[in-house]
């Protein structure tokens, strides 16, 4: 099954058989990994809690999650989207709304170690298999036209799936 990256990223959390439509609220706690330079490796991975929305139907999904650091910093990420299908099951018209802290920003893959970017046809190819692992994919909102980005265990936003 074939799906877009915001797809993945924005979890239809609460649908289920009985429901077209969901939206509800989280909480919990995970690990945050700030990266002040993607090209230079330079991050700080903390323990953080999290809380927001998120939600879906068959035509949007929603993500809005605040991130709170030890150090009292908050980072704010939004992924809204819109969509539609087409007669084989494919995603078209996609529209997204992506920030960070009210900024414009876009949603990349990184493996953790080496921050080199990891493609949407390899995310797609590892859910192929029976078992997928992303142990070592961050997902992260990389400010528009800078080198940094705020991150958390790709795991993380696939478990709220």
Do not use: W
């Not at 009292?72 to 990420?77: A, E, F, G």
């Not at 859910?127 to 692992?133: A, D, I, L, M, V």
């Not at 997902?139 to 936003?157: H, L, N, R, T």
């Amino acid at each position: 099954m074939k799906l877009t990256k915001t797809l993945m990223v924005t979890p239809l959390l609460l649908l289920s058989i009985s429901a077209i439509a969901g939206m509800g609220d989280v909480n919990g706690s995970t690990k945050c990994t700030t990266v002040d330079s993607i090209s230079k490796k330079k991050a700080i991975v903390k323990a953080c809690t999290y809380d927001g929305a998120v939600g879906g139907s068959m035509s949007y999904a929603i993500s809005q999650l605040n991130f709170k650091l030890p150090n009292c910093s908050t980072y704010r990420t939004v992924n809204n989207a819109t969509f539609d299908f087409d007669k084989n099951g494919n995603v078209q018209n996609l529209k997204e709304s992506i920030s960070i802290n009210g900024k414009a920003a876009e949603i990349i893959n990184l493996h953790y170690k080496t921050f080199k970017k990891i493609s949407d046809k390899e995310i797609e190819s590892r859910y192929e298999k029976k078992n997928p692992n992303f142990s070592d994919v961050l997902q992260c909102f990389k400010y528009i036209k800078k080198d940094a980005a705020f991150c958390v265990p790709y795991e993380f936003i696939s478990s709220m799936s």
